[in-house]
C-alpha cells in the first residue's frame, strides 16, 4: 500500500474547520479535477459520495463511503469500487502555533492509503495504447500539485481570506 499523508494549519478551532473539511459536495470548488459530487447520505457513517474526476482524456466516477465519522476529529472513508483506496481527514487542536494576530490553530490531516496495483483495469476507458500503468506513473507525480491547490482553497473557505498556506508533506509515495 503506497500512503500519503499531509497536514497544513487553519487559524480556526477544531470545531469550526471540521464541517469545511466533512463537506464533500463543496470540493469541487477546490480542485480543476473535480468536476461534479453526488450525495447519497447525510454526511455521516454510510454515505456515499460519487465524485466525478476528469483529467486529460480521462473521466472516472469514484465512489466513497464514510466508514466512521468523529467529530470535530476524524472523518474516515474508502473507496468502495474499483481501487483498494482509504483515507482519513483528521483535526487537531494546535494553539500554540497560531500567530499572534490570531486566536487559535488546527493542524489538518489529509492521508490516503491505496494499492495503485489493484486498479480495476475495466474501470476506465482509455485510449488505444494507454495502459493503466502508463497513467498511474503520470497521475502520482501530480498528486501533490493537487492537495497543495486543494488545501490552500479549503484554508481560504475556513479563515473567509486567502493567503499564502504551508503543505506538510509527511510521506508520499
Known sequence: MDRILLS????RSPEEVFPYVRSFADYT??????????????????????????????SYTARSKVIDVSAPESLEWQLVRDIDARGEWRVEPEPESA???????????????????SANKNAIS????????????????????EAEQV???????????SREVELTVHEMP
Open 8 to 11: 497544513t494549519l487553519a487559524h
Open 99 to 117: 500567530p499572534s494576530t490570531e486566536e487559535t490553530a488546527s493542524r489538518i490531516y489529509f492521508e490516503a492509503r491505496y494499492d495503485p496495483h
Open 126 to 145: 482509455l485510449p488505444r495504447f494507454v495502459s493503466v500503468d502508463w497513467v498511474v506513473k503520470k497521475v502520482e507525480p501530480k498528486l501533490l500539485d
Open 151 to 161: 488545501v490552500k482553497r479549503l484554508v481560504a473557505d475556513i479563515e473567509g481570506r
Open 29 to 58: 470548488r477546490y480542485t480543476d479535477h473535480l468536476t461534479d459530487v453526488r450525495v447519497r447520505g447525510d454526511g455521516t457513517v454510510g454515505s456515499v459520495y460519487e465524485l466525478e474526476l476528469a483529467w486529460w482524456k480521462l
